[in-house]
């Protein structure tokens, strides 16, 4: 298995085959947004190859004015590989590939009290997938108009360095960006317009 960063072809290959299948439209950057942000040298798309065979996928977002932060955008395995230890290994790599250097922050949905328990169990179940990987819970936050759980993958440090990275990743650009949220505020609408 090889792990490596994907050419502007094979990421416009992976946002129409296997990006927006995956993804709710609320939590789907656009195509455009993730290239420019490539050509400036803050995304990368990696990708765990079986040959030619895409198995699952990392997108990391930086920020130059804090390099010793990453954030996890999305993480992903193919649908024919699910369940298989791919997600856990991927979050292993990126572990190994920085090591003690750089702080890799990790958002996942929580969940929602009264809300549809079957999402709430899942929500919940994805939060323990991270945990069981190594992260470890730090706030939460507003992000494309759900609730999520902030986490890091390793120790997370000082939070308030932690999080002017977190919201200068994201940039000025996402009003739909809340961190920390706090227990009584609503998330605002992702800000590309695209509803659950």
């Given at each position: 298995?090889?792990?490596?960063?994907?050419?502007?072809?094979?990421?416009?290959?992976?946002?129409?085959?296997?990006?927006?299948?995956?993804?709710?439209?609320?939590?789907?950057?656009?195509?455009?947004?993730?290239?420019?942000?490539?050509?400036a040298?803050?995304y990368?798309?990696?990708?765990?190859?079986?040959?030619?065979?895409?198995?699952?996928?990392?997108?990391?977002?930086?920020?130059?004015?804090?390099?010793?932060?990453v954030?996890?955008?999305?993480?992903?395995?193919?649908?024919?590989?699910?369940?298989g230890?791919?997600g856990?290994?991927?979050?292993?790599?990126?572990?190994?590939?920085?090591?003690?250097?750089?702080?890799v922050?990790?958002?996942?949905?929580?969940?929602?009290?009264?809300?549809?328990?079957?999402?709430?169990?899942?929500?919940?179940?994805?939060?323990?997938?991270?945990?069981?990987c190594?992260?470890?819970r730090?706030?939460?936050?507003?992000?494309?108009?759900?609730?999520?759980?902030?986490l890091?993958?390793?120790?997370?440090?000082?939070l308030?360095?932690?999080m002017?990275?977190?919201?200068?990743?994201?940039?000025?650009?996402?009003?739909?960006?809340?961190?920390?949220?706090?227990?009584?505020?609503?998330?605002?609408p992702?800000c590309?317009?695209?509803?659950?």
């Open positions: 298995m090889e792990f490596r960063a994907l050419r502007e072809p094979e990421i416009r290959d992976w946002y129409t085959q296997e990006f927006i299948k995956t993804f709710p439209p609320n939590e789907q950057k656009p195509l455009e947004l993730i290239l420019a942000l490539a050509d040298g803050r990368t798309l990696m990708g765990l190859y079986d040959g030619d065979d895409l198995l699952g996928y990392a997108s990391l977002q930086t920020h130059p004015d804090h390099p010793a932060y954030l996890l955008d999305y993480l992903g395995v193919t649908a024919a590989r699910r369940n230890g791919l856990a290994r991927i979050l292993s790599l990126l572990e190994e590939r920085f090591q003690d250097n750089v702080h922050i990790v958002e996942a949905e929580s969940p929602v009290p009264g809300g549809d328990e079957a999402e709430s169990r899942l929500r919940t179940r994805r939060i323990g997938f991270y945990e069981r190594g992260c470890r730090v706030y939460e936050m507003g992000a494309c108009g759900i609730r999520c759980q902030a890091t993958l390793g120790e997370p440090g000082d308030a360095p932690l002017a990275a977190h919201r200068a990743i994201y940039g000025p650009g996402r009003p739909d960006i809340t961190i920390p949220l706090g227990r009584s505020d609503t998330p605002r992702a590309w317009g695209r509803d659950t």
